[in-house]
């Protein structure tokens, strides 16, 4: 494809997203999908422009001790963490361990929630990317994604299947903690972001050392739309996204839809128990029943897509692509792993771990350790036997 053409395709695309928007927001009840989508399409330009993807900025840095993505992932946490006090400083201005904020990603802690956070960090070490990445990825035409996403599918059946064992073992009795109720909203910023600055010291002070040379200099629109941006912009983009998120719909997370779909599915076909126990009073990305066609998640899911396919035009990085049967089968197997992690522990690196560290939440915490245990684990098994074939 020229680049005029693919130009004009992403303007077509970005123009189609906006109308769709204007057209959602005729009436009050539309207003909630139309912010959605154009919340979901603007993270999906920041994720594609960033290369914001948990795996993969991991890998980066295990592997190859360039700390840039790992960079945008701390901003991204420490700068929603103080963009989401001022919300939920309005909302809860007195806060209580006991009154948990509105609609908050604030999910139970215990050892249910630790398996599932490993489980979905091995998942993307075996698929090569997060969910969110694989989303955005499908705007790059990398359709291997589809095998993931339909391993996670297959994932979250698996997790309603275990959910009512699982529930009434331990959730039931898992607390959600909430750190303002605890130390207040000082306190527990105060923490969040030490432990932060104390994590980005240690990945900084491990990193190799940025090459002396400088690239020639960009012109404004190859900085804006070729080049990747910079860890800094890319985290605070993330973290402004989520606070405006939270405060017009709900927190960030890409999962939620999928859920409902499988569960939905599922139970017409008497795959999926009717009742699952407790699974609507807990926090998170809770799969629920689909009452309507279209839903805040999805509608957010959908602007992912389309516009990351819209920057992946405008960069020149749109390459259809389609994996071997093994690569075929690894992404599905990932996305198997991932798909029960993420319904057994309420969400992803999105809507837990970012979402829920952002809110204060101690499940977020616990996922983002077990998470990146279960990843650099698959990772380092990954490499070994890459390296015995």
Not at 191 to 212: E, F, Q, T
Not at 275 to 301: H, I, M, Q, Y
Not at 313 to 320: D, H, Q
Not at 334 to 353: D, E, K, Q, R, S
């Amino acid at each position: 494809m020229s680049p005029i053409a693919a130009r004009l395709l992403c303007l077509s695309v970005l123009v189609l997203v906006l109308a769709w928007s204007i057209w959602l927001a005729q009436d009050a009840g539309g207003r909630a999908l139309s912010f959605s989508l154009v919340a979901g399409a603007a993270f999906g330009i920041v994720l594609q422009r960033g290369r914001f993807c948990f795996l993969c900025n991991l890998r980066d840095f295990v592997e190859e001790r360039d700390a840039s993505g790992v960079i945008a992932v701390l901003v991204a946490l420490a700068a929603g963490i103080v963009l989401y006090q001022a919300v939920l400083g309005a909302w809860v201005p007195v806060p209580q361990p006991d009154r948990l904020p509105p609609n908050a990603h604030v999910g139970p802690v215990g050892p249910v929630l630790a398996a599932a956070a490993f489980t979905f960090g091995l998942g993307m070490a075996v698929s090569g990317s997060c969910l969110s990445a694989h989303l955005y990825r499908l705007g790059e035409g990398a359709f291997g994604s589809i095998a993931a996403l339909l391993g996670a599918a297959a994932g979250f059946l698996i997790g309603f299947s275990t959910w009512n064992r699982l529930y009434t073992l331990t959730v039931f009795d898992d607390p959600p903690i909430w750190l303002p109720g605890i130390a207040g909203y000082a306190g527990a910023t105060l923490a969040g972001l030490l432990v932060l600055g104390s994590i980005a010291w240690l990945v900084l002070r491990s990193a190799r050392p940025a090459p002396k040379s400088e690239p020639h200099a960009a012109s404004p629109y190859e900085a804006i739309f070729v080049r990747r941006w910079p860890p800094v912009v890319t985290g605070l983009l993330v973290a402004a996204i989520g606070a405006f998120a939270y405060l017009r719909v709900a927190p960030l997370g890409v999962t939620a839809e999928l859920g409902s779909l499988v569960r939905t599915g599922g139970l017409s076909l008497g795959l999926v128990p009717e009742t699952l126990v407790g699974l609507d009073t807990v926090r998170g990305c809770v799969s629920a029943v689909k009452a309507a066609l279209l839903s805040p998640n999805g509608l957010f899911v959908a602007g992912m897509v389309l516009a990351s396919f819209a920057a992946a035009l405008a960069a020149g990085r749109f390459r259809p692509s389609w994996p071997g049967l093994s690569g075929l089968a690894a992404r599905f197997a990932g996305g198997v792993l991932m798909g029960w992690g993420a319904m057994t522990g309420l969400g992803c690196t999105v809507g837990v771990l970012l979402s829920g560290i952002q809110a204060g939440a101690v499940s977020g915490w616990v996922f983002l350790v077990f998470c990146t245990l279960g990843a650099v684990l698959g990772l380092a098994a990954r490499r070994r036997i890459l390296r015995a074939g």
